[in-house]
């Protein structure tokens, strides 16, 4: 399993970034997938899941309605559009493949990319 995030960086408050994850090494499109999050200081998190075919996607609250998940199957890429950032949202991200019923801390995930909003 490798998963690569790439897309983090240093956004002002207000603003928007996309996250990308490209995945090798196993069947992309048989597996549910995630977006977790590690701010400073504090435990993994759960962000977001899109189950095998993009159907079902859920979404912590913190992030409901700012944040969306999406797949292409084709390309074996997972992506994270995240808008309306705020300092809060500071956290390396991971993307990770997951199980059908959701995101657990013990799922395989990428090296992590980094997301830093501040003014």
């Known amino acids: 399993v490798q998963l690569v995030e790439s897309g983090g960086g240093l956004v002002q408050p207000g603003g928007s970034l996309r996250l990308s994850c490209e995945a090798s090494?196993?069947?992309?499109?048989?597996?549910?997938m995630s977006w977790a999050r590690q701010p400073p200081g504090k435990e993994l998190e759960r962000v977001a899941f899109?189950?095998?075919?993009?159907?079902?996607?859920t979404s912590a609250e913190a992030v409901k309605g700012r944040f969306i998940i999406t797949r292409d199957n084709s390309k074996k890429i997972l992506y994270l559009h995240m808008n309306r950032l705020k300092p809060e949202d500071t956290a390396v991200y991971y993307c990770?493949?997951?199980?059908?019923?959701?995101?657990?801390?013990?799922?395989?995930r990428g090296q992590g990319t980094q997301v830093t909003v501040s003014s």
């Open positions: 990770a493949r997951s199980g059908d019923l959701g995101w657990t801390p013990a799922d395989p």
């Open positions: 090494g196993f069947p992309f499109e048989n597996f549910a």
């Open positions: 899109i189950s095998r075919g993009g159907a079902t996607r």
